[in-house]
């Protein structure tokens, strides 16, 4: 019944199920009592990754022989006494942090075959904590799309519905975690790469401050924007995550000096006395009546736990997009410069010149998305339109940090949906970038001011067509470095409910 004192799952088809949909917290407490092994447990997702990526394409690159080899120095690390809360557990990152020895794509034929040759500040804090990198997650290309749709490596799925887009940027990382595929997984988030995916696949994301996690290693779309976080089934699992990934780190010129945090430690405290700013602006035209219903439910659960609710305005919230599609795409055209196809990269096979050699290996090894804004974030910072647009653009986002600002003075956080919708289905809007870009229209603003945001799963829309009910997400959004509080907001209510324990059928 057991080898080396450790328990064989495969053996055990009621544990081996148990594992899969634990918390981070209950599979630490199962390494530290010996009751499995990293190796195994590790095994364990790769056999779930085997299985199901073929259909979800959940992951881009996966290395068992790595992966089982960081699980075996972690089961050391237990046995001599030296684990840490993450020792030991499988985590999935996104491709799109630099990992030594590992193919980092970013979703693009540019970086196809890349191999990092360093580690990003994201990936050392791991491996410091001894938890095991289980494979890299699939993306939209350089984090540049709300579907999943973008990357050259084809769409991820949903799984709660194979024909609907996981939301993106980081729809690989959500699909994952969705579908256990890994136990808790990294994500980025510029606009809404994380709470969005996280909304659409029933998980629970965060992006902290801007600030908080080193972008050291991890490519960049829009620097003032690109921020890091956990996506996991809860937010104590979250907590966990980020207890790992933030720190201060001097290769990056934005990641703030601050004292570490423990962002488990307010979990427990009772909600009593919590204000709740809800924003007219939410609650206007666009928003799903099912999405809508589910949020108005999630709140009355908060009056239950002891909140009060403020009604609050977010006046400059409608010009969020506008102002996220000027400056977003013209950070992008300045940091996807470097791919020229002569440093490394994508360089095109044939080419009379040098010029020619950029045009063929930049139209060749970019996606029509990413294309599509390196031109406009070109034309809004050349000559003549730069005042007139990023200039402005600039201004209107100081009006929307304040906007946030003064709405903090009336509450402790801020609660509204997500997505305007439940997933859509592939392709569904694929010709039409606009109503693409408005699936963002309320995570963008908390980007642009530098807060921290996120989603956890509230319950299910309408059925549709193919009579499958999709999740919802509540954003949670607050002030600056105020994770812990959010995080306590959060796990209160997965304490009285259970939307964050369902999972998709077949899971």
Not at 87 to 101: E, L
Not at 218 to 242: H, N, R, V, W, Y
Not at 409 to 415: A, H, L, R, S, T
Not at 491 to 497: E, S
């Amino acid at each position: 019944m057991a080898r080396g004192g450790f328990f064989i799952l495969a053996s055990f088809p009621s544990l081996l199920n148990k594992m899969i949909n634990a918390s981070l917290k209950q599979l630490a407490d199962q390494l530290a009592a010996k009751k499995i092994s990293s190796v195994e447990l590790t095994k364990l997702y790769l056999d779930q990754i085997a299985t199901h990526n073929p259909v979800y394409n959940a992951y881009l690159s996966v290395n068992a022989k790595v992966s089982l080899a960081q699980a075996a120095a972690a089961d050391e690390r237990i046995a001599s006494g030296n684990g840490l809360p993450l020792t030991g557990i499988p985590i999935a990152q996104k491709d799109i942090f630099c990992a030594k020895g590992w193919r980092t794509t970013c979703g693009s034929k540019m970086l196809a075959d890349f191999i990092a040759p360093y580690d990003a500040h994201v990936i050392e804090q791991f491996n410091r904590a001894g938890a095991v990198n289980l494979g890299k997650t699939n993306m939209d290309e350089f984090a540049m799309g709300s579907s999943n749709e973008t990357s050259y490596f084809g769409p991820v799925r949903n799984p709660w519905n194979q024909k609907a887009v996981p939301g993106g940027s980081s729809g690989g990382a959500a699909s994952a975690v969705a579908a256990r595929l890994c136990a808790a997984a990294t994500g980025t988030d510029t606009g809404g790469s994380i709470r969005q995916p996280a909304s659409l696949c029933g998980i629970t994301g965060i992006k902290p401050t801007y600030g908080t996690v080193s972008r050291y290693g991890m490519i960049a779309f829009a620097s003032s924007l690109d921020q890091a976080g956990p996506m996991a089934k809860s937010a104590e699992d979250c907590a966990l995550m980020l207890n790992v990934m933030t720190g201060f780190d001097e290769r990056d010129s934005t990641s703030l000096q601050r004292e570490k945090e423990d962002y488990t430690r307010d979990l427990t405290k009772p909600l009593a006395g919590l204000r709740i700013g809800l924003p007219k602006e939410f609650f206007a035209e666009g928003l799903s009546s099912d999405v809508g219903a589910r949020i108005q439910e999630a709140i009355a659960e908060y009056r239950k736990l002891g909140a009060s609710i403020v009604g609050i305005s977010l006046p400059n919230t409608k010009l969020a997009v506008p102002v996220y599609y000027v400056l977003a795409p013209a950070e992008a055209s300045s940091n996807l410069s470097r791919y020229d196809g002569v440093r490394y990269g994508h360089r095109a096979d044939e080419y009379t010149d040098l010029a020619d050699m950029y045009e063929k290996s930049r139209s060749q090894g970019f996606g029509e998305e990413v294309k599509r804004r390196i031109m406009i974030g070109t034309y809004v910072l050349s000559h003549g339109y730069y005042d007139a647009y990023y200039l402005q653009a600039q201004k209107i986002r100081r009006l929307i940090a304040q906007d946030f600002t003064d709405a903090f003075k009336q509450c402790d956080v801020i609660m509204g949906p997500t997505s305007p919708s439940t997933a859509f289905n592939l392709g569904e809007k694929g010709d039409d970038p606009v109503q693409m870009y408005l699936s963002d229209i309320y995570t963008i603003a908390v980007n642009l001011a530098g807060l921290p945001g996120m989603s956890i799963p509230c319950g299910f829309g309408d059925a549709c067509a193919n009579n499958t009910a999709m999740p919802v997400g509540l954003q949670i959004i607050g002030n600056y470095f105020d994770e812990a509080r959010m995080l306590n907001v959060a796990h209160q209510y997965q304490l009285a409910t259970d939307w964050h324990t369902r999972r998709p059928q077949g899971f």
